[in-house]
Every structure is written in structure tokens, then in C-alpha cells.
Antibody
Framework: EVQLVESGGGLVQPGRSLKLSCAAS????????MAWVRQAPKKGLEWVAT????????YYPDSVKGRFTISRDNAKSSLYLQMNSLKSEDTATYYC?????????WGQGTLVTVSS | DIQMTQSPSSMSASLGDTVTINCLAS??????LSWYQQKPGKSPKLMIY???NLEDGVPSRFSGSRSGSDYSLTINSLGYDDEGIYHC?????????FGSGTKLEIK
């Protein structure tokens, strides 16, 4: 059974950093692109980052480019999102998702609240 | 960036009804379009991909179609379990973008 379990969310002050993790199991992690998608409270979904199977290619929207870094450790079947210079508008539930295009599997999400 | 204009933003329908949710892409995205269902407090669930392909395990009451840049999700024989928010998603090019969501309520 495919499982994606996010962790690392919490309350953080504006301008600070936070690192999210996603532990994957039930499939060969190194064979799949992976992504982060977020959802602000009562809002729609927003794609945040995608990483290739080897980690050599990464993609971001302008809203997080230069502040967020997606990475992976295939040996540990883990996905990460390093978030720097956090802003109040980054407040959201962050989901990790399997795939580079359609997202067939999602984690349960981890809530990040950026507030002073 | 490709804009996905989703409509309606909310709708209410009765058990057994047929409903249609629409997404208009601001430019050509081919068939690189997915639909997700999201229930309160839960993560999204993939329902349709490639505009018309049913994800494994999704009831055949769900179907997707395309007419030019207009994409539709149709749900036949509505049941209480179909209540939730539906999101369209284009994956033709980066940045990947989603529609604003349609909240479906079953009366």
C-alpha cells in the first residue's frame, strides 16, 4: 500500500525557516517524480514544487522560487521541502504527492502557520 | 501562466441527479487535465486524468470530457458520497495550475 506521511509543520515567525519531510513507503520511491502542493485555509490547491527521480531537476512557481528548495533522499525514500524567508501567505496545509503530472497519491498534509 | 477558470464555484443537487463541472483553460493544454475530489479535512483524490481517463477504483458514474479548451467533469446518479470540493488541474506545462474549486452539496 502506497503511503506518504508528512511531518515538520508548525507555527513559525515571518522571515524564519522550516523544513518539511515526507516519508514514502509501498512503492519504489526512486522511480517517481515527487511534488509538494499546498492549500491555504478555505482556499484552492497551489502547486509548490516538483523534483525529478534523481533530484537533478527541480521546478517551482514564481511565488516560492528562491525561497523554497525541494530535495529527496532515495536511499531513505524521503522527500523534503526547505522553506526560507517565510511569509504570512505561506500559511497552508502542505501535501506531498507522488508524480510529476497527475498526482495519484497524496499524504495527509502538514499544517504550516506563519505568524508572529 | 495557464489560468484554469472553474465554474460554478458552488452548486447544490439532489440524490440521483446528474451534474457537470467545467474548467476553461486560458490556452491549449491538450488532454493534460486532471480532476480531483476533496472531502473536508482530507487530501485530494484523483478521479480523472488525461481529461477523460477514469482513475482505478473510481465509479463509472464519473466521466470527463473536452471540447476545445473547455473541460468538463460529469457525475451521474449523484449519491451522498459525492459531496465535496472538485478541483481541475492542468499539467501541460509549468507552473502547474489548479482551478479555484467547485463545492458540491447534495440536498
Amino acid at each position: 500500500e502506497v503511503q506518504l506521511v508528512e511531518s515538520g509543520g508548525g507555527l513559525v515567525q515571518p522571515g524564519r525557516s522550516l523544513k518539511l519531510s515526507c516519508a514514502a513507503s509501498g512503492f519504489t520511491f526512486s522511480n517517481y517524480y515527487m511534488a509538494w502542493v499546498r492549500q491555504a485555509p478555505k482556499k484552492g490547491l497551489e502547486w509548490v514544487a516538483t523534483i525529478s527521480t534523481s533530484g537533478s531537476r527541480t521546478y517551482y512557481p514564481d511565488s516560492v522560487k528562491g525561497r523554497f528548495t525541494i530535495s529527496r533522499d532515495n536511499a531513505k525514500s524521503s522527500l523534503y521541502l526547505q522553506m526560507n524567508s517565510l511569509k504570512s501567505e505561506d500559511t497552508a496545509t502542505y501535501y506531498c504527492a507522488r508524480g510529476g503530472q497527475r498526482f495519484a497519491y497524496w499524504g495527509q498534509g502538514t499544517l504550516v502557520t506563519v505568524s508572529s | 501562466d495557464i489560468q484554469m477558470t472553474q465554474s460554478p464555484s458552488s452548486m447544490s443537487a439532489s440524490l440521483g441527479d446528474t451534474v457537470t463541472i467545467n474548467c476553461l483553460a486560458s490556452q491549449d493544454i491538450g488532454n493534460y487535465l486532471s480532476w480531483y475530489q476533496q472531502k473536508p479535512g482530507k487530501s485530494p483524490k484523483l478521479m480523472i486524468y488525461g481529461a477523460t481517463n477514469l482513475e482505478d477504483g473510481v465509479p463509472s458514474r464519473f466521466s470527463g470530457s473536452r471540447s476545445g479548451s473547455d473541460y468538463s467533469l460529469t457525475i451521474n446518479s449523484l449519491g451522498y458520497d459525492d459531496e465535496g470540493i472538485y478541483h481541475c488541474h492542468q499539467y501541460y506545462e509549468y507552473p502547474l495550475t489548479f482551478g479555484s474549486g467547485t463545492k458540491l452539496e447534495i440536498k
